[in-house]
């Protein structure tokens, strides 16, 4: 078993919940293109940002090209309006149940190592794990603003680990945590592993559908989570 291990969580459905996100999202969408948008008309779990944005658009049949500029423009938006939104008391973030004494825990094991493949905009990554008390555990990663593709940001992942530490990683010796069958399919299209916990949209009875290399319910047994993840090294 290698001595280095580099575990990629996703953020929505596997480490936080967002109540009311459809808010300041939609906020966001209205004040950076001009044209409503409501993200409960799609299916957002597993997307990047922008691939839920072009989504929207589709499904409400607005045919908008959409310039890097906007882009820019969409992510301070929505970091505002996020912001906004909290502050107010209009949604809320927090940690799933045990996340936080799972992340803690991992920290405390050598070799190690916590990041993120997440669909989030970089911006909004950070603002989720700010409040939900997760970000001194993991600012390492990948985001939406990296790729359109989810399944090109586990190779940017591993790439920019090895960037930051001088050190090489085979993505075998990667794990994938997440909550949808769309964070497998990203891990093995990177020829990584992939532990999927039924937090999210999909139960986990549904997700070992998909024959993950792991599952788990939630990450409330923190013993458990750290054994489970332990055998896919």
Not at 83 to 97: H, N, T, V
Request: hydrophobic residues 40%; contains cysteine.
């Amino acid at each position: 078993m290698s001595s280095t291990r580099l575990i990629l969580f996703d953020i929505d459905g596997t480490l936080t919940r967002s109540h009311n996100g459809f808010i300041p999202f939609n906020e966001a969408i209205l004040e950076t293109f001009g044209i409503p948008g409501d993200i409960r008309t799609v299916i957002p779990d597993g997307n990047t940002d922008p691939l839920i944005v072009e989504e929207i658009f589709a499904a409400a049949h607005h045919e908008t090209a959409i310039t890097e500029e906007k882009w820019r423009s969409f992510a301070i938006n929505l970091q505002q309006s996020y912001s906004r939104a909290i502050r107010e008391g209009r949604m809320k973030i927090g940690p799933l149940p045990g996340v936080l004494e799972l992340v803690r825990e991992l920290a405390t094991i050598g070799g190690f190592h916590q990041g993120l493949v997440t669909g989030n905009l970089e911006v909004m990554a950070q603002l989720k794990l700010e409040a939900a008390g997760l970000a001194p555990y993991l600012n390492m990663g990948t985001y939406g603003s990296d790729a359109r593709d989810r399944n090109d940001l586990p190779e940017i992942a591993r790439e920019r680990w090895e960037k930051k530490t001088g050190s090489s990683i085979n993505p075998g010796n990667c794990v994938i945590v997440g909550d949808t069958p769309k964070d497998l399919e990203a891990a093995r299209k990177n020829r990584m592993k992939c532990l999927l916990v039924g937090t999210g949209r999909y139960p986990v009875e549904e997700l070992e559908y998909f024959e993950p290399d792991a599952c788990l319910s939630d990450f409330t047994s923190t013993q458990a989570s750290v054994e489970t993840l332990l055998k896919l090294f």
